[in-house]
């Protein structure tokens, strides 16, 4: 998907929304556990609730690979049964030396390889370029970085001075130089969003990922208000406060009307903001 693209589906949708489908076997209803599938069971019914609300779906692939093989084959499945029209991301935070870098980006893009072909991934660029590069090496596909992330322990590294500039600063300048707008994108919590300015100042124009609103707290206009570009330039994630609405079996409606009501919520903030 391009970023044009992203951007239409955004427009004609009213919503900057990515459903994270952090599917835990332990929280599902229990109904499901019955079902030959029940991570795809539930993902199915979650997708079809939402996908007229979002236009994006992140499966944390931790959740699935904690299954082994049964866990990789409900993955495939998800990943096959989102509609196309929707922006997928891998929220892998994969990143390692270069010849391991592409075989990661291998697992998530090639799905000769592995029966996976998302639109992304999130990459952590702690290594540096050649543990980004790989991912990038795969054509119309895009790289996540991390820069700011929405967890208490982020200001342990992300913050630190280098030479005058916290180092998520320095992620973000550097990144730069490897791929432009059109092929990178940049994890930004919405915990952090007193620094939406400052990070606006020195990537203008890429899209970003925020975490962090909804369970975690993160407050959606200030996101909006700072974070927005001249191309809405958001993916605003929620996935606790959506897909565990309900652990009954009116989970995919409940699920629904919590998507719902965040669609309306950016809407307002499109006109506003954008």
């Known amino acids: 998907m391009t970023y044009q693209e992203l951007f239409q589906q955004i427009s004609t949708k009213r919503s900057y929304l990515c459903v994270g489908l952090d599917t835990d076997i332990q929280k599902i209803p229990a109904h499901l556990l019955k079902t030959d599938d029940p991570i795809f069971e539930f993902n199915k019914q979650i997708i079809d609730a939402t996908a007229d609300y979002c236009v994006s779906y992140k499966p944390n692939i931790a959740f699935y690979e904690a299954l082994g093989p049964k866990g990789w084959e409900s993955l495939q499945k998800t990943v096959a ?4 029209s929707h922006f997928t991301i891998a929220d892998a935070k994969r990143g390692d030396i270069g010849n391991t870098s592409g075989l990661y980006a291998r697992a998530f893009f090639d799905k000769s390889s592995s029966g996976l072909d998302f639109d992304s991934i999130t990459v952590a660029p702690y290594m540096g370029s050649d543990s980004v590069t790989p991912f990038l090496a795969f054509e119309d596909k ?14 342990d590294f992300q913050r630190l001075d280098v030479e005058g500039s916290a180092l998520y600063e320095n992620v973000l300048r550097t990144s730069q130089t490897w791929a432009g707008a059109e092929r990178m994108m940049y994890v930004v919590g919405a915990t952090q969003a007193s620094d939406f300015e400052k990070i606006r100042t020195i990537i203008p124009d890429h899209f970003l990922l925020v975490p962090g609103v909804g369970a975690q707290g993160g407050n ?3 996101v909006s208000k700072f974070g927005m570009n001249k191309s809405c330039g958001l993916l605003v994630n929620a996935s606790r406060s959506i897909i565990y609405a309900s652990n009954g079996t009116d989970f995919a409606g409940k699920a629904k009307q919590e998507a719902a009501a965040l669609q309306q919520e950016m809407a307002i903030y499109l006109d506003k903001y954008l």
């Open 81 to 84: 049964y989102i509609p196309k």
């Open 142 to 155: 895009w790289v996540i970085l991390l820069a700011l992330t929405s967890n208490p322990g982020s200001a």
């Open 220 to 222: 959606l206009e200030e």
